[in-house]
């Protein structure tokens, strides 16, 4: 976790924990969410707004920092106060992919994203399947993807998740339209 958090923004952690507890792992959007929650097994880096200027910087410490130890299992980035403007959010995330391949941990890491405005390629901002992704903050997760590949090999039919989210979104979610 940050050190040194200024105290407002302490609340992110804790409401962030809540979406993954009640969202994430409570419609099981992510089938393998659960086992790092419970564990405590999840790094939190809150990047405020003074320190986007360094991101690259930030982001490469916090991958370097992965890989002196098998802890945490995963990683998020929260973004409580800048890149709000999905668009801007989606520079970012390139940015951040970038900078694995640049610095060769691609295979090593992998992100996943997620944003309060997070709209997949070809839905229309309103389609009930983009809240899969939607978070309270906009979110960047770091993952290893050794972790993946393990936990993959005991999920059958792991490419249907997320044909399998929308289909569980539109039925949960769905009903908040009518």
Not at 137 to 162: V, W
Request: glycine letters at 2%; aromatic letters at 12%.
């Amino acid at each position: 976790m940050n050190e040194n958090l200024p105290p407002a923004y302490e609340s992110v952690i804790t409401e962030t924990n809540q979406w993954i507890e009640k969202i994430v792992i409570r419609h099981q959007f992510c089938p393998f969410a659960a086992k790092s929650y419970f564990a405590k097994d999840i790094g939190y880096k809150i990047i405020i707004k003074p320190e986007m200027g360094r991101f690259a910087d930030l982001f490469l410490a916090e991958l370097h920092q992965l890989n002196q130890s098998n802890q945490p299992e995963t990683t998020l980035l929260v973004f409580p106060d800048s890149v709000q403007d999905f668009y801007d959010y989606l520079d970012l995330l390139a940015d951040a992919q970038d900078l694995i391949v640049d610095h060769h941990y691609e295979g090593i890491y992998q992100l996943a994203s997620f944003h309060p405005l997070y709209q997949f390629a070809g839905t229309t901002p309103d389609d009930v399947t983009n809240k899969t992704n939607r978070s309270p903050y906009p979110i960047i997760q770091i993952l290893r993807e050794d972790s993946i590949t393990n936990a993959l090999e005991n999920f059958s039919n792991p490419e249907e998740i997320p044909v399998r989210n929308m289909k569980k979104a539109k039925e949960i979610f769905g009903k908040e339209k009518e």
